[in-house]
């Protein structure tokens, strides 16, 4: 409970207000220390990286000027190097502060801002800024600092459910929506607290090395109902990247038993789990290849039943997006989705652009167009008897058909078929007459080919048939100026 006290009219009584930190000289040194785990930026353009204390060039991010070596993953990207006058960026650092059992989270604010020494005298500095201070209850946060800011777990909740997406909840919070460290070392204040059931201060170790979002460490662990059984099983990159598990307690919760020593050896986060879930298999090169790409594969996976171990030994992660292109496109030419020569290509990139061709011709309105006329032309030639009919292919999408229900390549004929330079019949059993039974090719009123199913060759009756109907060809081109290529 906090002091009571009169107001400024000694009119009513009214709580204390919390004595929170709210200007540079409140920020505890430790906290200001803690910045350092921050690495300094490097600058970069488009090409080459900079040294940000003399804005010499950097050789392998080492600056043979100031002695130092820096790190290349973070850096800040400028236009033109020798025109900028000086440039600045933030870090932020959560801290939790107990007040009366009541729990504050600051967040803390540094900018850095580095002057241009060729333009003026070289040198840095840090602004400190207490930024933003959360007194978080049961039901929710409020911001002290600026009270515009108010809002309940659930309605957070609410909005996590709604946008899927941590990072935009995050910036109604903070204006921002990275992730930073949060100063551990007096976690243990959170005993007596709302916190006591989040163990928040047994982390340590984990969250010293570990950036956060700040719902990672509000509306996570006192919100999400599994925050507290991942923490119990030592799942924290799990906990700390989970925000809408609310199925975890049916279906998940038994993935997680079946696969509970892989989970655990690799402490899977969040998107693996997801991984895991889809693909079920345990593969930690796999499940992160999937992890980085759930949408997308969700998507291959509704094309076709694929083996992403296999998958990822003809593919790398660049090319998921051209292989789903390349399935899907596979079963608009009517591919075999089941023949695994067709998911696994030995060369991926090659019979993707050959269904790629295949497509356009495909999508042709032209060539349709010409097939549709021709054999309206060959009507002429259909043959009928008690069991069988023979038909002249009526478009490409009878063709691309029936190529997938015989396993061949007769869509390839569609551009030979449609310039009139070869036909292709159709002879189907009456009594099944949607079915492919087989597929003929004739050019200048002969038989090329006949074939059943995997390009095998029709019984002997069948091919007597076939002879017979030969000899009735007569289809006269009147003359080829009338056949739109
Ligand atoms: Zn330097």
Known sequence: MRQLKFDNYFKKIEEEPLPIWNKREDI??????????YPVRVIFDDIKYYCPFCLKELNDCYCDHCKQQFNKEIY??????NNIKGYQYSDFVFTFDVINDEVILYVIKRVTTYNNPNVSVPFYYHFYKVYRAFHITKKGIKDLLNNNIEMTFAEMHQELQETEEIYILAYDLIDDDESYYLYVDNLDFLKNTIYKYTKLWKLKDYLLDTKVNILNIIYAPLYNQDFEFLIKNKLYNMAFSTFYLEDFNNKLKKLYKDNKEFIIKNNLDYYEFKA???????DLDVIKFVSNNIGLVKDIKELANIDFV???NIINEEQLYEY?????????????????????PKNFIQEHNKAYKQMQLVNDPNIDKNIKKIAKRLEANKYEDKKYVIYPAPSIDSLIEESSMQNNCVRMYASSYSQDKTHIYFMREKSNINKSFVTIEVKNNKIVQARIKNNDLPSQTIENILKSWEKTLKDKKKNDKNVVS
């Not at 800040?76 to 190097?81: F, G, K, P, S």
């Not at 895991?276 to 345990?282: D, G, N, R």
Request: aromatic residues 18%.
């Open 28 to 37: 505890p040194e430790y906290i200001i220390k803690y910045f350092d785990k």
């Open 324 to 344: 789903y292109d390349y399935l899907d496109m596979a079963s608009k030419l009517g591919f075999n989705l089941k023949d695994k020569n067709i998911l696994y």
């Open 310 to 312: 296999k998958l990822k």
């Open 76 to 81: 800040l990207y400028v236009n033109d190097i």
């Open 276 to 282: 895991l879930e889809l693909i079920k298999c345990q």
